[in-house]
């Protein structure tokens, strides 16, 4: 995801957004007791940045050769930043985990498809909608924009195997509302695997 369309760069929350919620943390925990080679453990929450791909990458170079397990709970963020960050899990080959009690959408649903093994535990959700420009109105976006932006993210959910079906139902919902998706629609798009 490192050559994204220059346009896509308008499709982030504005800076108030990102001033009024907390930006994306990672922090590494202690993994719960495991035998053999644990697996390093990192929780992600908050606001996905343009730049939080970075931070994690900063993380998980104090941490290898470990195997990475991502706990990720968000409420979206920047859309570019999110397919980074995607990118930059499966880059590393971690396994993400949306737990009991956690949400990912919007922007984070692209983000968690990056992870090479993807799981949502009972009570974990997962929702998408229309991509926007932070007001919730696309109806200014150029449709060149538009019609570029849904074939980088239907390329880019394919590339991680998943269905592209997933990006007709999240173009289907306007923002602010949410599409949470059932288990069964988790597995027939195969957002966990």
């Known amino acids: ?27 590494a925990v202690a993994p719960k007791a495991c035998g053999g080679l644990c697996p390093a453990e990192i929780v992600a929450d908050g606001l996905i940045a343009l730049d939080s791909a970075d931070t994690f990458r ?7 050769p470990t195997p990475i397990v991502v706990r990720l709970s968000s409420p979206g963020g ?4 999110g397919l980074r960050l995607g990118q930059a899990l499966r880059d590393v080959g971690a396994s993400v985990i949306v737990a009991k009690g956690a949400r990912c959408v919007s922007a984070c649903v692209y983000t968690f498809l990056g992870g090479v093994i993807r799981r949502v535990a009972a009570g974990g959700r997962i929702g998408v909608h229309r991509f926007y420009d932070g007001t919730g109105d696309n109806d200014d976006f150029p449709e060149v924009l538009v019609r570029r932006t849904i074939e980088t993210l239907t390329g880019y959910v394919a590339k991680m195997g998943v269905d592209s079906d997933l990006v007709r139902l999240a173009l289907s919902v306007t923002p602010p509302a949410l599409r949470y998706l059932d288990a069964a629609e988790l597995r027939r798009y195969r957002v966990v695997n």
């Open 1 to 27: 995801m490192r050559a994204v369309p220059i346009g896509l760069l308008a499709l982030f929350l504005p800076a108030a957004a990102l001033a009024q919620n907390e930006a994306m943390t990672f922090r």
């Open 58 to 64: 900063a993380l998980v170079d104090t941490l290898r």
């Open 78 to 81: 920047n859309l570019v930043g």
